[in-house]
């Protein structure tokens, strides 16, 4: 297993991307490769799952997972609550989505989770661009729920991956968290002590 930094996985994708596996080939690998490893692990078929994606490639990656986890099956909805898709390839993810896919507002989001309505709950925030700073604001507030999310793409919200900032955030527990090979370690360190540690996977 390699253990690289955040500035070291930039160079690979970029290096991918030059060498015939574009940015949006990556994406759709990385969403479909934690779908499998979702369905793998957990009975998923008629469940309500929530995903709560962000603004840039991380919400990207979880649109595509949206796709995968629809054909296993479960009932998917997905929440923005940064608005919509800003970068190109998550754009493109966003407007592939399958019709059965059920986008609703993030108020409507934040009191069905409250109330448990959902089964599984995919952290798809803020990746690996994180830079560690506090969530404010309406941010904060799902935050505060995500904290008790199932899964997480690449790295739980609020964690930095290079230094582990925002480590207080997790103070108690951390999902399952789906990462690129490399980062695995790396995450592992920030989760020891934890009362609750997650499961990490590569994908």
């Known amino acids: ?36 490893y979702i369905a793998g692990s957990t009975d998923i078929k008629n469940k309500k799952i929530l995903i709560v994606c962000g ?21 998917i909805f997905i929440c923005l609550p940064l608005g919509e898709p800003a970068t190109e390839i998550s754009k493109k993810a966003y407007s592939q989505m399958d019709k059965n896919v059920s986008v609703i507002d993030s108020e409507i989001a934040i009191l069905l989770l409250k109330e448990n309505k959902f089964d599984i709950v995919i952290d798809a925030l803020f990746g690996t661009g994180f830079s560690g700073e506090e969530p404010k604001g309406k941010i904060k ?11 997480a793409i690449d790295i739980p919200s609020g964690l ?6 925002g480590y207080e955030l997790w103070s ?24 609750q540690g997650g499961d990490i996977a590569d994908i």
Do not use: W
């Open 1 to 36: 297993m390699y253990v690289v930094d955040k500035a070291t996985m930039m160079s690979a994708e970029k290096f991918a991307d030059k060498s015939g596996t574009d940015f949006f080939a990556l994406m759709q690998n990385a969403g479909n490769s934690a779908a499998d």
């Open 55 to 75: 603004k840039g490639n991380n919400g990207g990656d979880g649109f595509v997972m949206a796709n995968r986890l629809a054909l296993f099956g479960a009932h």
């Open 141 to 151: 507030e799902f935050f505060d729920i995500i904290k008790e999310s199932d899964f």
């Open 160 to 165: 930095e991956c290079d230094e582990g900032k």
């Open 172 to 195: 108690e527990r951390l999902p399952t968290i789906a990462a690129k090979v490399g980062f695995s370690y790396r995450i592992s360190t920030f989760m020891e002590g934890r009362e």
